[in-house]
Nanobody, 117 residues
Framework: QVQLVESGGGLVQAGGSLRLSCAAS????????MGWYRQAPGKQRELVAT?????????ADSVKGRFTISISRDNAKKMVWLQMSSLKPEDTAVYYC?????????WGQGTQVTVSS
């Protein structure tokens, strides 16, 4: 079991930046992949970025060059961060932290990001 708690969402103007944080607790030694998904009103949840415990990163095309993802190296305290820059109104969504253990995903409660034009 893994528990995930996100923080850092909020309201920002277009072109601005935000940094999302996610702290994992529980069976953190078994985490293979951590990342972020988002869901806008009326749309399906979609991948934003993921990072493996080995540091391999994957980004949605829509955020490449604007978002970066990083993960803590301290196995006693597993955290993942999403640095978002050059934000656009279409980035507005609830952002969910996710962690995968043996193929099973766990989800945080989500944090709202709103980008005004």
């Amino acid at each position: 079991q893994v528990q995930l708690v996100e923080s850092g969402g909020g309201l920002v103007q277009a072109g601005g930046s935000l940094r999302l944080s996610c702290a994992a607790s529980g069976s953190i030694f078994s985490i293979n992949v951590m990342g972020w998904y988002r869901q806008a009103p009326g749309k399906q949840r979609e991948l934003v970025a993921t990072i493996t415990s080995g540091g391999n990163r994957n980004f949605a095309d829509s955020v490449k060059g604007r978002f970066t993802i990083s993960i803590s190296r301290d196995n006693a305290k597993k955290m993942v961060w999403l640095q978002m820059s050059s934000l656009k109104p279409e980035d507005t969504a609830v952002y969910y932290c996710t962690a995968t253990i043996a193929g099973r995903p766990y989800w945080g409660q989500g944090t709202q990001v709103t980008v005004s034009s």
